[in-house]
């Protein structure tokens, strides 16, 4: 799959790029999930948006938010991945541009994310530690993760 990223602030995303990202969200943690949750949370404007492109399809996406946003910390959020592409190895793709971009935009600091709890192994297998206990956010267990960049 030859996947084309871009990371855009809010701002520079086209009417059509909104449109394919929420409707990815959507289909993703909304239908799939089967989750009703409020997906639109005012943070979308303050954050940076990940999107990989097969073509003229959005199949994977991540919002990057600054510091104090979501945590503390920065943070990486909305990750996900369209049925389409799974077990091809872009989620790990779409994280690691992730991280990389989110260290580029918001200097080379740690990451907070709070990850859903079956995903908890692929996280530690790209460096994020667990930093708490299991909540339920939308009746889906959670937990803190973090990736640890040693302060000067």
């Known amino acids: 799959m030859d996947i084309r990223w871009n990371c855009k602030r809010y701002q520079e995303l086209s009417p059509e790029e909104i449109y394919q990202i929420f409707r990815l969200r959507s289909e993703v943690f909304v239908v799939e999930q089967n989750c009703v949750y409020l997906d639109l949370d ?3 404007q303050e954050s940076w948006h990940v999107t990989g492109w097969n073509g003229n399809k959005l199949v994977a996406y ?3 938010l600054p ?3 979501a945590f503390e910390e920065p943070s990486i959020g909305r990750v996900c991945t369209s049925p389409s592409a799974r077990k ?8 690691n541009y992730s991280m990389k971009k989110t260290m580029e935009i918001f200097g080379k600091r740690s990451i907070r994310i709070g990850a859903q709890l079956y995903l908890k192994f692929f996280y530690e297998s790209l ?6 206990d299991i909540y339920l956010e939308d009746n889906i267990k959670h937990i803190e993760m973090i990736f640890p960049i040693l302060e000067n």
């Open 62 to 64: 991540t919002r990057l």
């Open 42 to 44: 005012n943070k979308d």
């Open 88 to 95: 091809s190895g872009i989620g790990r793709e779409l994280m």
């Open 127 to 132: 460096g994020f530690v667990p930093t708490g």
């Open 67 to 69: 510091a104090g946003l």
